[in-house]
């Protein structure tokens, strides 16, 4: 056997050698990476994304999926939002960043408590070959974490209203595990972004009341007053001022016909 078929075999082998040797690519190396947004992930192999923007409730005092029931007895039970945060009782509010909220019944201790923040979201990519992922929410509180499986299903609404989502334990303890069934939770199944921040109108209310009381019974000039003190007017000081006034009227049942 000449010199130069003996080398070829060596170069041969050696090449099998290291290709065995270096690790592969897979499908498994896929990552679903968070963006801005805290409730959108794109894959890492450009194939899409996963998008949970149009299931955000836009109302701060009003999460896309409430009353979540824990267990038979519903000792607690849950809220969650994407994208924004809400409030809801002491413990969970708009400051901390409250993604996913636990509400504690009368057997539950009654307390309200963050399980997630908006800006501590991820994504794992638990089948890359169906794509499905898991989003996971860390509270930083006790080691709090709210791990919610995205279920993909073509037959429901991209809308919080014809998603659903279910409790599905507590375990180990402080780790919420969730299941969300929903169109959005399908690779590109939904599009849009994040809907406008909307903000209660119970200012509006009050002073469009207290302007009718006001003209109504023109002895009131305290309501008056209130509105029309000045254009940066102090708010506490109208609520006391206007309710101390209709207190003091004795024109209730006037007012009531």
């Known amino acids: 056997m000449s010199r130069t078929v003996i080398l070829l075999i060596y170069v041969f082998s050696f090449i099998l050698v290291l290709t065995t040797a270096l690790p592969a690519t897979h499908d498994d190396d896929v990552e679903c990476n968070v963006e801005s947004d805290f409730c959108s992930c794109s894959f890492s192999d450009g194939q899409g994304r996963i998008n949970l923007a149009p299931l955000a409730s836009p109302y701060a005092n009003e999460p896309a999926f409430n009353l979540i029931p824990s267990d038979p007895d519903h000792s607690y039970s849950y809220a969650f939002n994407p994208c924004l945060p809400f409030n809801d009782g002491t413990g969970c509010s708009v400051e901390d960043d409250t993604a996913v909220c636990q509400r504690g019944t009368r057997t539950g201790g009654g307390l309200s408590i963050s399980c997630g923040a908006q800006r501590n979201t991820s994504f794992k990519v638990t089948d890359a ?50 299941k969300l069934r929903s169109k959005c939770a399908c690779v590109d199944g939904c599009q849009g972004g994040i809907p406008q921040i909307k903000k209660a109108s119970t200012l509006l209310i009050s002073i469009g009341s207290a302007l009718l009381i006001g003209y109504k019974f023109p002895h009131i000039s305290l309501i008056r007053q209130a509105i029309f003190r000045s254009s940066s007017f102090d708010s506490l000081w109208f609520i006391n001022t206007g309710f101390s006034a209709l207190l003091s009227s004795t024109s209730w049942l006037e007012f009531c016909l």
């Open 129 to 178: 070959k169906t794509k499905e992922v898991q989003m996971t929410i860390v509270a930083g509180d006790q080691g709090r974490i709210a791990i919610i499986d995205l279920e993909c299903d073509q037959e429901l609404s991209g809308d919080a209203a014809g998603s659903n989502i279910t409790f599905l334990k507590e375990e180990p303890r402080y780790h919420y595990n969730f």
